[in-house]
């Protein structure tokens, strides 16, 4: 039973006793059960406005993920094509670590910008790994 039923309730029982309404007590009973009334009112008008706010913000929710998807699946589909055209390697000489891409690795040297050491890959070696 709503509220707005039970107020109705009560207000029907404080007919049924056959409360004078021109008495103190009559006047302060059918005050009680007008202001019962109207808070009944307002709540029930306060939760159609949260149950539209929660159908307002699983939309948001939802439009929300989809930029999300689009923004963090591009972020990732980047970073696994910048990881496959990257490469490392410490230089034996001066220790410092090297990048490099695919394509000096197809050479299969490069010099080091620190030191100007040459470096030598045998890229048969790597690809005997890949297969295994």
Known sequence: MEISEKVAYLKGLAEGLGIDAETKE??????????????????????????????????????????????????????????DDCYATTCPECEEEIFFDEDVLEDGEVLCPNCGARLEFDVSELEEEDEN
């Open 26 to 83: 009559g006047k302060l009973f059918a005050a009680i059960i007008e202001t019962l009334d109207e808070m009944a009112l307002e709540l029930e008008d306060l939760a159609d406005e949260v149950y539209e706010l929660g159908d307002d913000l699983d939309v948001i929710s939802d439009d929300l993920q989809d930029v999300e998807d689009m923004i963090f699946d591009d972020e990732d589909e980047d970073d696994d094509d910048d990881e």
